[in-house]
Nanobody, 125 residues
């Protein structure tokens, strides 16, 4: 089992930055991917960034590429999502997720096994 706890959400104006954190605990020995997803009201949950742990590859959805950066600090057992140049359409509940098989490279929600409770990011413009 892997436990994930997000933090760092808040209300920000367009153009500002925010960093989300995800504290990771439990048995992470078989983790293939660590990722960030988000879900806006009335919309499906979407993957926005992930790390393929065995190779260190990162992947970003087009709508956040160049603005968001995913990173992992193994000494702190923490996953981060640095979000710059935030836009109103970035408003959503943000979730940290972990996957225990290589299928996570698909980026699909169903291929991730463990989820945090979410942290809200809201545009205050």
């Amino acid at each position: 089992q892997v436990q994930l706890v997000e933090s760092g959400g808040g209300s920000v104006e367009a153009g500002e930055s925010l960093r989300l954190s995800c504290a990771i605990s439990g048995n992470t020995a078989n983790t293939y991917c660590m990722g960030w997803f988000r879900q806006a009201p009335g919309k499906e949950r979407e993957g926005i960034a992930r790390i393929y742990v065995p190779r260190g590859y990162t992947y970003y959805a087009d709508r956040v590429k160049g603005r968001f950066t995913v990173s992992q600090d193994n000494t702190k057992n923490t996953l981060y999502l640095q979000m710059n140049s935030l836009k109103p359409e970035d408003t959503a509940e943000y979730y940290c997720a972990a996957a225990s098989t290589w299928r996570c490279q698909s980026g699909r929600v169903v291929d991730f096994d463990y989820w945090g409770q979410g942290t809200q990011v809201t545009d205050s413009s």
